[in-house]
């Protein structure tokens, strides 16, 4: 197990919006979290990197326990979170986005064996080293804000929403990046609200309601839920 959380609850705003959540992720794995806006996904992400402390529970990064761990080292030990709304730098050109994703990295042929990895999944990144992030597309710059993440050299790689934004076109793209990403052995985390597109790539799912995990399983099994069809995948009771 690469990680495990444990009975995890987490204030926000004066408000437990967690309420006692386990899950784990095991290396060289896909893990998906679906639930609806609200939920407390990404609450629970933000705790995951230190952004967030802990009210209760456990969170351990491979042997080391890390819920009371600043940011810094959390991403020095390679959990790298790719943010919901990308957040890139936007007066940076692509390259230097991409460069202060590496700023972990002391060594210059290992930045830039990083930076060749990033163009292999991100051809487009390499044809727009230049150009000012700001002026991406939507989708140019979700591929820019996952490439920054991977320039940390992760060991976990953890999306908060990646299609958040985009349109179905682009979203099937960023779909078929990340099972390229997985199909070459990277462990990710992925939190959702297109539920559809998580449950397709992700091995094991949990279902997220109001703080708590409702259900959980191999994502063909949550897939075929009949809750799951009509709450998260527009099924009706007939189909």
Request: charged content about 25%; hydrophobic content about 40%; overall charge positive.
């Amino acid at each position: 197990m690469l990680l495990g959380v444990k009975d995890l609850k987490v204030n926000y705003k004066k408000v437990e919006a967690v309420k006692g959540v386990s899950f784990s992720v095991d290396e060289g794995t896909l893990v998906s979290i679906i639930g609806a806006n609200g939920a407390g996904k990404s609450t629970i992400l933000k705790t995951l990197s230190g952004l967030l402390r802990a009210t209760s529970g456990e969170i351990w990064f491979g042997d080391k326990r890390i819920d009371k761990t600043a940011v810094d080292k959390i991403v020095k030990m390679g959990i790298a979170q790719v943010p919901a709304g990308r957040r890139i730098f936007p007066q940076l050109s692509v390259l230097e986005n991409l460069q202060a994703g590496a700023y972990t990295i002391s060594k210059r042929s290992e930045v830039n064996a990083l930076l060749a990895e990033v163009y292999q999944h991100f051809p487009r990144m390499k044809e727009r080293l230049n150009q000012r992030a700001g002026s991406l597309s939507g989708g140019e710059q979700q591929m820019l804000a996952i490439g920054r993440a991977m320039m940390t050299k992760p060991k976990l790689l953890v999306m908060d929403e990646p299609s958040l934004g985009l349109s179905p076109i682009m979203v099937n793209e960023i779909g078929s990046i990340i099972k390229t990403m997985k199909e070459a052995g990277r462990t990710i985390l992925l939190v959702e609200q297109n539920a559809k597109l998580a449950l397709k790539l992700a091995d094991h799912t949990y279902v997220l309601e109001l703080g708590k995990v409702v259900l959980e399983g191999k994502s063909e099994d949550i897939m075929n839920n009949p809750i799951v069809k009509k709450a998260y995948l527009g099924a009706t009771e007939s189909s």
